[in-house]
């Protein structure tokens, strides 16, 4: 992170404050102002002034002039730092608004001639208003230079995806295999944690995040890298991403993760379609008068299903384990109208606890009935598919939350 450094406010600001103001006041105020990083408030809440009726005009005048490095009005580097805060952490944004909302409607609610004990109070709510926020600023270093990021990927001949980045202080794009971290195991943390304001974001994300839409990882690269942040494809793609994330612990090494993540997530997702099974059934012994009935496993249904349970999982704060991805998968998708008719006739064998779920092409015999599902190879491919796309979102969550 950068030092800190104070910035001189303008010299017009200066003059607008002590014509507001007056010198004494003025004075005061900035000697009050905090140390900041380019556009913070330099120009410190006015002091209670020689009466409550002075302090009632140094507060409105306040509102009014340039109390930033580069000129901005109080009210509009408020609604610089909300619009950030909303993209990064809702609930610090809203906080913020509150303490706004709270310094107007004292100030508003100020008569001509207020009380000492309500002009002090205004002040005091101004005072924790500007701290709250070049606090806001420092925190999520919201004045901080975004770094740029190049990514692509290729795909080789086994189908293999390949990533290649370009990170801030990189001379040339270097590859990246998501393997390392999805099936090696490799520890990317090397000692560090992501930091409370990280971890919080990333609490605040599982927090919002509705299963029943796209899965976590896009909602976590919006939050972290950036609310437009572009997709990894076939084409180099350079873009800014955040300076928090980036400049944090494990910036480096996961937006590249992210960011490769999202990536095969939406390859794996696009390859989750509707699978039909086949189903004969007769009576004995007559197999010549078998009927057939065609059902649908509907994985597009299932996965927000699935994804729901392993919600739960990241609100808890739970370890992510890969076989414990594919056992909370089938526990919540056995009994779904899709899948449950299946398990019942006994050609999909389901088992939450081992975490079974698989085809039985054999013939089911239950007295006089017989049922027998036709062979699909593909069919066991799926649930591989959605354990795997479960595993990496729930890993992403956790990693991030270890702090």
């Known amino acids: 992170m950068a030092p800190i450094r104070a910035v001189a406010p303008p010299l017009d600001g200066v003059r607008l ?28 809440a006015p002091a209670v002034a020689g009466s409550p009726a002075a302090t009632r005009a140094a507060l409105l005048a306040y509102t009014k002039v340039p109390v930033t490095g580069d000129g901005r009005p109080l009210r509009g580097e408020i609604a610089r730092v909300l619009k950030a805060l909303a993209g990064i952490q809702p609930s610090a944004g809203g906080a913020l608004k509150d303490q706004a909302n709270a310094f107007v409607t004292a100030l508003t609610g100020l008569p001509k001639a207020p009380t000492a004990e309500d002009a002090a109070e205004a002040v005091q709510l101004l ?37 290649f980045f370009k990170l801030p202080n990189d001379d040339a794009e270097k590859i ?20 409370p304001t990280i971890t919080g974001i990333v609490d605040e994300a599982v927090n919002d995040w509705d299963p029943a839409g796209e899965g976590i990882v896009p909602l976590l690269l919006a939050r972290l890298v950036g609310r437009t942040h572009e997709p990894v494809s076939g084409s180099a793609v350079t873009q800014d991403v955040s300076a928090l994330f980036m400049n944090s612990p494990l910036g480096r090494d996961y937006v590249r993760i992210l960011l490769a993540a999202d990536h095969i997530l939406r390859v794996r997702t696009k390859d989750l379609t509707p699978r039909g099974v086949n189903v004969d059934s007769w009576r004995k012994p007559t197999p010549a008068e078998r009927k057939r009935a065609a059902y649908t496993v509907d994985w597009p249904r299932l996965l927000p299903v699935a994804r729901a349970r392993i919600r739960t999982e990241m609100l808890a704060r739970t370890p992510a384990a890969e076989d414990r991805a594919r056992s909370l998968a089938v526990e919540a998708i056995m009994g779904h109208d899709t899948v449950s008719p299946l398990v019942n006739l006994g050609v999909v064998k389901a088992d939450a606890a081992t975490g079974e779920f698989a085809l039985n092409n054999r013939r089911v015999v239950r007295g006089v009935d017989v049922c027998q599902a036709q062979a699909d190879d593909r069919f066991n491919f799926d649930i591989s598919h959605v354990k795997a796309i479960l595993f990496f979102e729930w890993k992403a969550v956790a990693d991030l939350q270890r702090g």
């Open 17 to 44: 404050l002590q014509t507001a103001v007056g010198n004494g006041v003025t004075a005061r105020a900035l000697a009050g102002g905090t140390a900041v990083v380019h556009r913070q408030i330099i120009a410190g």
């Open 127 to 163: 005072t924790v208003l500007v701290a709250a926020v070049n606090q806001a600023i420092v925190t999520y270093r919201l004045d901080d230079a975004a770094p740029s990021v190049t990514a692509r990927v290729e795909e080789d001949d086994s189908h293999h995806m390949n990533y």
């Open 176 to 195: 990246f295999d998501l393997d390392r971290w999805s099936r090696k195991n490799e520890d990317f943390h090397k000692g560090n944690v992501a930091g």
